[in-house]
Each structure stands twice: as C-alpha cells, then as structure tokens.
C-alpha cells in the first residue's frame, strides 16, 4: 500500500470542499508533500523529455518516456480522486447534495479519456 492511501486510510488527508462560493480542499501537509514530491519528479521527467527531442533522440526512446510522464500524472489524479471520493463527494452526499455524483461521473469520464 503506497504511503498516500496509508496516510488516507489514517484519517491524516483532511479534505473538506463545502458548496461555499469558493470551493477549496485541505490536504493533510503529509498529502501535499507527496503530491509535491510526484509533480516535481514530473516536472524533472518533462525537462528531461525536453532535452531528448533537442538532441534528436530517436521518437520511440521519447515517446516511451512521455508515456511514464503519464503514468505518472495518472498516479496523481488517482491519489487526488480517491481523497476527493472519500471526502468531499461523501460529504455533499450527506448534505444532500446529489449532484455531486453528475460530477464525479463527468471527472471519471475525463480521467478514462486518457
């Protein structure tokens, strides 16, 4: 189990996203740093991508490494969808606000796209 679901499953992901004007959520600072530290690895894997179509790397070497790129943002959004399922979505629902699952229908529409 990756330590993003442990910290999930701990209880330390502390997601709220109320139906005010503005809608936030609060990541534990343990899930933030885990996002952090993927996206910064993502962002070294773009430069890096960069770097090898400015050689001329041979297409098939570049197009392998953009597809870890997207693993990688894929392994992202899921840490991000599962908080936001655990949380949020079951929150509104308790609030009686079902329309929260028209969006998390369309966001898993979005997210199967890829």
Same mark, same amino acid.
């Given at each position: 189990?990756?330590?993003?679901?442990?910290?999930?499953?701990?209880?330390?992901?502390?997601?709220?996203?109320?139906?005010?004007?503005?809608?936030?959520?609060?990541?534990?600072?343990?899930?933030?740093?885990?996002?952090?530290?993927?996206?910064?690895?993502?962002?070294?894997?773009?430069?890096?991508?960069?770097?090898?179509?400015?050689?001329?790397?041979?297409?098939?070497?570049?197009?392998?490494?953009?597809?870890?790129?997207?693993?990688?943002?894929?392994?992202?959004? +899921?840490?991000?969808?599962?908080?936001?399922? +655990?949380?949020?979505?079951?929150?509104?629902?308790?609030?009686?606000?079902?329309?929260?699952?028209?969006?998390?229908?369309?966001?898993?529409?979005?997210?199967?796209?890829?």
């Amino acid at each position: 189990m990756s330590e993003e679901n442990k910290a999930i499953q701990e209880g330390e992901q502390d997601v709220h996203c109320h139906l005010t004007t503005e809608r936030k959520s609060h990541h534990s600072e343990t899930v933030k740093k885990n996002l952090t530290t993927r996206l910064n690895r993502i962002e070294g894997q773009i430069r890096g991508v960069k770097a090898l179509i400015e050689k001329d790397t041979y297409c098939d070497d570049v197009i392998t490494q953009i597809a870890a790129v997207q693993s990688a943002l894929n392994g992202v959004s +899921k840490i991000l969808l599962e908080g936001h399922l +655990k949380s949020c979505v079951v929150e509104r629902i308790q609030e009686g606000d079902l329309d929260v699952l028209d969006e998390v229908l369309t966001t898993v529409h979005r997210l199967m796209k890829k």
